[in-house]
């Protein structure tokens, strides 16, 4: 099955820095790739998804990078803010035919400092 | 649009009882609701797949006796922890792939609920 590996685990910034998160995953046939960012007690939310098919994808102060070949793609958050600080799981999933899971990664604890 | 709910939010139970957790697609029809368990501290840990009208598949190291799941509608997925334990504890977090958009692989997660097992 499919096995995604997040590093850092935890992840500490000054405001208005930048942060990288990076995630590995093991399957290649694995086509779709978001990010959750989970607050204290709450749901993961949904922060930004890349698909197989496109290599980058920014929204605003967030962006996520795809590397096939080498089976990675990473989370980046520019100009970071306090209110980013969370809980952050990269995830992959298989195709349909497959079952539709997700896979996560283990989680990087971001904090940010004001 | 795409809201899941969970019912209830918090539930602590005495040790040998059974609870019942609610998910239910607000705005969406649900073909596939997936159950995770998440421990302080770690990652979401998927337990089971529940698709509408047959019987869910579990996750290596799941006891489907001891977590009950029933997917009765396109809207409702229930979770049931028999006999519970301690060790039960966790938040356990729900989430719906909206019907008819097989090609996408979306969730939409739930609020989860926290079980304490006393």
């Known amino acids: 099955g499919e096995n995604v590996e997040q590093h850092p685990s935890t992840l500490s910034v000054q405001e208005g820095d930048s942060a990288v998160i990076k995630c590995t995953y093991s399957d290649s046939a694995s086509n779709y790739f978001p990010w959750y960012k989970q607050e204290l007690g709450k749901r993961p939310q949904l922060i930004i998804d890349i698909r197989s098919n496109v290599g980058e994808k920014k929204d605003q102060r967030i962006a996520v990078t795809l590397n096939k070949t080498a089976k990675h793609f990473s989370l980046h958050i520019t100009e970071t803010q306090p209110e980013d600080s969370a809980v952050y799981f990269c995830a992959a999933s298989i195709p349909y035919n497959a079952g539709n899971m997700l896979t996560f990664g283990g989680g990087t604890r971001l904090m940010v400092k004001p | 649009g795409a809201v899941v709910s969970q019912h209830p939010s918090r539930v602590i139970c005495k040790s040998g009882t059974s609870v019942k957790i609610e998910c239910r697609s607000l705005d969406f029809q649900a073909t596939t609701m997936f159950w995770y368990r998440q421990f302080p501290k770690q990652s979401l840990m998927l337990m089971a797949t529940s698709n509408e009208g047959s019987k869910a598949t579990y996750e290596q190291g799941v006891e489907k006796d001891k977590f009950l799941i029933n997917h009765a509608s396109l809207t409702l997925s229930t979770l049931t922890v028999t006999s519970a334990h301690p060790e039960d504890s966790s938040f356990y977090i729900c989430?719906?792939?909206?019907?008819?958009?097989?090609?996408?692989?979306?969730?939409?997660f739930g609020p989860g609920t926290r079980l304490t097992v006393l």
């Open positions: 989430s719906a792939r909206p019907h008819g958009r097989i090609s996408y692989n979306e969730q939409f």
